[in-house]
């Protein structure tokens, strides 16, 4: 189906991202966060490139949201290309000590070169990015073990960027959400609004929900026909929010979209990975 371009760079986020790119100095290790039921589509073009040289490490969270299956194949898919995968569910707390010990580890090589140069030790220095909503804050509660960064069910939460300490060894740098200048492959656009890492204004629901249920009709049919009594089947997607609408909402198609969209990102659908890889290419 035909949708609107979902373009969205507003100014709060230009902020963010030149502050962000300011802290970046000082950091000596990233963990780039992506969200598990879309990694490719999370993942954001020019981070490499602030990145440079520092040590990166990848994290999927959100897998919670995926079948096990699934988070095990990108696993594969990203250790066929060198990259090592760090898993996490900051909802219920998963991967956690694993990831601190990583970034640690990857941070203790900045004090050696210190120690190597007559520098005292100081406490390692990472910051949290990627795109908005991917769950950054809820990361950070988890890995210092507290409510020091807040953390809500919407895009654009945090809206700068703030240092908080975990340890003598390790500090974290929480930042707002970042999107890219321009969302130039639209397909990924759609995805990253289905699961809400775009601000809300954005987009339109009807548009961004109809794109949902043709994704989730070649995925889980089943469930659909479960949650809305209707068989997505060869049924465009604003189609059949119209005809959802007619059968149960007062032909209100705007609220079906919202509640479709809901019901997806609450993970009332079920776990389900609307990025999949190429089974080819996992060796
Ligand atoms: N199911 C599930 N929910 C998560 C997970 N991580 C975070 N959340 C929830 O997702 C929502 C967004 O989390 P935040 O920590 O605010 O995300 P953020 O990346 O900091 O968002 P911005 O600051 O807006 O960029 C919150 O309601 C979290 O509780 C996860 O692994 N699984
Ligand atoms: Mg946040």
Same mark, same amino acid.
């Given at each position: 189906?035909?949708?609107?371009?979902?373009?969205?760079?507003?100014?709060?986020?230009?902020? %963010?991202?030149?502050?962000?790119?300011?802290q970046?100095k000082l @950091?000596?290790?990233v963990? *780039?966060?992506? &969200? +598990?039921r879309?990694?490719?589509?999370?993942?954001?073009?020019?981070?490499?490139s602030?990145?440079?040289?520092?040590a990166?490490?990848?994290?999927?969270?959100?897998?919670?949201?995926?079948?096990?299956?699934d988070?095990q194949?990108?696993?594969r898919?990203?250790?066929?290309?060198?990259?090592?995968?760090?898993?996490?569910?900051?909802?219920?707390g998963?991967?956690?000590?694993?990831?601190?010990?990583?970034?640690?580890?990857?941070?203790?090589?900045?004090?050696?070169r210190?120690?190597?140069?007559?520098?005292?030790?100081?406490?390692v220095?990472?910051?949290?990015?990627?795109?908005?909503n991917?769950?950054?804050?809820?990361?950070i509660?988890?890995?210092?073990?507290?409510?020091?960064?807040?953390?809500?069910?919407? %895009?654009?939460?945090t809206?700068?960027v703030?240092w908080?300490? @975990?340890?003598?060894e390790? *500090?974290?740098? &929480? +930042?707002?959400?970042?999107?890219?200048?321009?969302?130039?492959?639209?397909?990924?656009a759609?995805?990253l609004?289905i699961?809400?890492?775009?601000?809300?204004a954005?987009y339109?629901?009807?548009?961004?929900?109809?794109?949902?249920?043709?994704?989730?009709?070649q995925?889980?049919?089943?469930?659909?026909?479960?949650?809305?009594?209707?068989?997505?089947?060869?049924?465009?997607?604003?189609?059949?929010l119209?005809?959802?609408?007619?059968?149960?909402?007062k032909?209100?198609?705007?609220?079906?979209?919202?509640?479709?969209?809901?019901?997806f990102?609450k993970g009332?659908?079920?776990a389900?990975?609307?990025?999949?890889?190429?089974?080819?290419?996992?060796?």
């Amino acid at each position: 189906m035909t949708t609107p371009p979902i373009q969205w760079y507003p100014g709060h986020i230009a902020k %963010a991202e030149k502050a962000l790119i300011e802290q970046l100095k000082l @950091v000596d290790v990233v963990l *780039e966060v992506r &969200d +598990a039921r879309i990694p490719i589509s999370s993942r954001h073009p020019q981070i490499e490139s602030w990145i440079g040289s520092k040590a990166r490490l990848l994290v999927l969270n959100r897998t919670d949201m995926i079948p096990d299956r699934d988070r095990q194949r990108w696993e594969r898919w990203f250790a066929a290309r060198g990259e090592t995968l760090h898993y996490t569910d900051a909802q219920h707390g998963k991967g956690i000590a694993e990831l601190l010990k990583a970034a640690q580890a990857a941070g203790a090589q900045v004090n050696q070169r210190r120690k190597g140069r007559g520098m005292l030790p100081r406490p390692v220095r990472s910051a949290v990015i990627g795109f908005p909503n991917v769950g950054k804050s809820a990361l950070i509660n988890r890995l210092v073990k507290r409510r020091a960064a807040e953390s809500a069910r919407r %895009a654009g939460v945090t809206r700068q960027v703030r240092w908080i300490r @975990v340890s003598d060894e390790i *500090e974290l740098l &929480d +930042a707002p959400g970042i999107l890219p200048v321009k969302l130039r492959d639209q397909e990924a656009a759609l995805k990253l609004a289905i699961c809400d890492d775009i601000g809300e204004a954005a987009y339109d629901n009807i548009g961004v929900a109809g794109a949902a249920i043709e994704l989730l009709s070649q995925l889980i049919p089943d469930r659909l026909i479960e949650r809305y009594g209707l068989d997505p089947i060869h049924c465009p997607g604003g189609v059949y929010l119209e005809q959802v609408a007619e059968a149960r909402f007062k032909g209100d198609t705007e609220r079906v979209a919202r509640q479709v969209l809901n019901d997806f990102r609450k993970g009332l659908l079920g776990a389900v990975a609307l990025e999949l890889p190429d089974p080819q290419e996992i060796a």
